[in-house]
């Protein structure tokens, strides 16, 4: 069993930052695939982005592409989500997810990830 715990949401106006952690506890942590995942108001779950086992492959979201940045700390067990430029349509829910894999594949798809934090709750004003 992996336990994810996020925090680090809140509210902020459009053109702020963000930074969401994720810690993890359980299982090694070493061989998941991480990733943050969102939930708007009224809407279905999306992928935001993912950081394979290493660290060394990532994959984003093109909404976020330029302004959001994930990065690993295994030797914390944490991840991290840096949000900059931050816009009214990036409020949501924003789920940390771990996925097992030896492959280092970045998984797109909400059913593909094992484990899922409570959520934190980012609102981003006009």
């Known amino acids: 069993q992996v336990q994810l715990v996020e925090s680090g949401g809140g509210l902020v106006q459009a053109g702020g930052s963000l930074r969401l952690s994720c810690s993890a506890s359980g299982r090694t942590f070493r061989r998941y695939t991480m990733a943050w995942f969102r939930q708007p108001p009224g809407k279905e779950r999306e992928f935001v982005v993912g950081?394979?086992?290493?660290?060394?492959?990532?994959e984003y979201t093109d909404s976020v592409q330029g302004r959001f940045a994930i990065s690993r700390n295994s030797a914390e067990n944490t991840v991290y989500l840096q949000m900059n430029s931050l816009k009214p349509e990036d409020t949501a829910v924003y789920y940390c997810?771990?996925?097992?894999?030896?492959?280092?594949?970045?998984?797109?798809?909400?059913?593909?990830?094992?484990?899922w934090g409570q959520g934190t709750q980012v609102t981003v004003s006009s």
């Open positions: 997810a771990a996925a097992p894999s030896w492959s280092g594949r970045i998984y797109y798809t909400a059913d593909e990830y094992d484990y």
């Open positions: 950081v394979n086992w290493s660290g060394g492959s990532t």
